[in-house]
Structure formats: structure tokens, C-alpha cells
């Protein structure tokens, strides 16, 4: 059983910064690729931000310029840095990971981790 435990979301003021991780353990496969998506009420699941096993990343157009995605491989663990948060960033945002097992299903889903951005 995969688990993936997302932290650091929380309530922030616009312009300011937050960190997410996601740290994720049980069976994956060597070489998983990351990523962080998410979902604001009334609105479709988004793409914030994917990286690669060998660092390669993309993000959204939305967060260009403003976030940032990194991997700890060895800690197996995935981050976030949103740094000039805007009030339209205030969402739920997801952990997930592609490894060999799971990409034809869409991999694995972490619970989410809200993150409010006051005006």
C-alpha cells in the first residue's frame, strides 16, 4: 500500500510564502515521477507543477515564475515553494505520484492539503 503525507498548508497573506511536502513511502516502483495539482471550490483539478526523476519540471501557467518544485530522492520526498501567493491560489492541493505500477491508472493520490490565501 502506497501513502503519501502532504504537510505544510495552512493560511498566509497575499504576497507571502508556503512550503508543501509530500513525503511518500510503502511500495513504489524505483523512478517515480511527482507532482502537485489542485482544485478550488467550483473549479476543475489543475496542474500546479510536475517534476521528472531526473529533474526535468513544468509547471502551470498560472504559477510560473512564483513556485517552485524540487525532490529529495533519497528522503523520498516531494516540495513546493509558492512564494508571491495571490488570492486565486487559495485551493486544495493535491501530492501525486506515477511510478511504473500505477501510471496506467493515474498513480497515487495524497488527501490534499488546503492552502488559504487572504487578501
Known amino acids: 500500500q502506497v501513502q503519501l503525507v502532504e504537510s505544510g498548508g495552512g493560511l498566509v497573506q497575499a504576497g507571502g510564502s508556503l512550503t508543501l511536502s509530500c513525503a511518500a513511502s510503502?511500495?513504489?516502483?524505483?523512478?517515480?515521477?511527482m507532482g502537485w495539482y489542485r482544485q478550488a471550490p467550483g473549479k476543475q483539478r489543475e496542474l500546479v507543477a510536475v517534476?521528472?526523476?531526473?529533474?526535468?519540471?513544468n509547471y502551470g501557467d498560472s504559477v510560473k515564475g512564483r513556485f517552485t518544485i524540487s525532490r529529495d530522492n533519497a528522503k523520498n520526498t516531494m516540495y513546493l515553494q509558492m512564494n508571491s501567493l495571490k488570492p486565486e491560489d487559495t485551493a486544495v492541493y493535491y501530492c501525486n505520484v506515477r511510478d511504473a505500477s500505477s501510471i496506467l491508472r493515474g498513480g497515487y493520490w495524497g488527501q490534499g492539503t488546503q492552502v488559504t490565501v487572504s487578501s
Open positions: 510503502g511500495s513504489i516502483f524505483s523512478r517515480p515521477a
Open positions: 517534476i521528472s526523476s531526473s529533474g526535468s519540471t
